[in-house]
């Protein structure tokens, strides 16, 4: 099975269309990294419950949480809302002055010289930043899926290769970094492969 990701890369393109009306040239490839981090850090500060999906019972067998993992899935998205009210957007513009800071495996630093040039009408660095919002934006959607999928008692790998259609060997997950980065290229990235296709120019 490889997971379809339609629903979160139609989300995303919706976004950055309202986003692209709400704010002007010289706002908006800043507004739209700002929602890559408000996300990355959320799923930073979740991340114990996502790993918490994968739990183990007293005859060492992964412990069923729910039988559908929609039901989990759902359950993460509301723990994801909360989070990203309560503990990131009070913090969010402090977070992001640490610039090297890495939340997953990017930090606000090196969005600072795409957002530079984008400003000044570099068209393939504004692309640049509206891929990578998708890229993490379907990558965090697949993270959230892979909990939910630990929560039917599939093991961390089993669930990769339920999502990607791939069977791989790794280190053990412990961390949102590893998790995204698997997930990043094995989904996301091949997802967008086939049915990304960028915005017309902001003009």
């Known amino acids: 099975m ?4 339609r629903h979160s890369l139609n ?7 309202t986003w692209r009306n709400r704010y002007s040239k010289t706002e908006y ?11 990355k850090y959320t799923m930073e500060f979740m991340f114990p419950d996502i790993i918490g999906c994968y739990e183990i019972n007293l005859l060492d067998k992964p412990k069923v ?28 513009l402090k977070l992001m002055t ?8 990017t930090n606000y630093g090196i969005f600072t010289p795409l957002i530079s040039e984008s400003k000044n009408g570099n068209k393939a660095k504004l692309e ?15 993270v959230l899926l892979w909990g939910a999928f630990g929560g039917t008692g599939l093991s961390k790998l089993d669930a990769i290769g339920k999502m990607s259609g791939v069977i791989i060997e790794t280190e053990e997950i412990k961390t ?14 091949a997802y ?5 296709k960028a915005l017309p120019p902001n003009v």
């Open 65 to 92: 949480k729910w039988n559908d993992f929609n039901e989990g899935f759902q359950m993460l998205k509301t723990t994801y809302g909360s989070t990203a009210v309560s503990k990131t957007q009070p913090i969010l």
């Open 29 to 39: 490839a800043e507004k739209v990294v700002l929602n890559i981090f408000y996300r």
């Open 2 to 5: 490889r997971t379809d990701l």
């Open 192 to 196: 967008l492969k086939e049915n990304y």
């Open 128 to 142: 640049e930043i509206e891929y990578a919002y998708l890229y993490y934006l379907l990558t965090d959607d697949c």
């Open 98 to 105: 640490n610039t090297e800071r890495n939340v997953g495996n």
């Open 11 to 17: 989300e995303g393109m919706n976004n950055l269309m």
């Open 176 to 189: 949102y970094g590893q998790i995204e980065q698997v997930l990043g290229q094995l989904c996301a990235a």
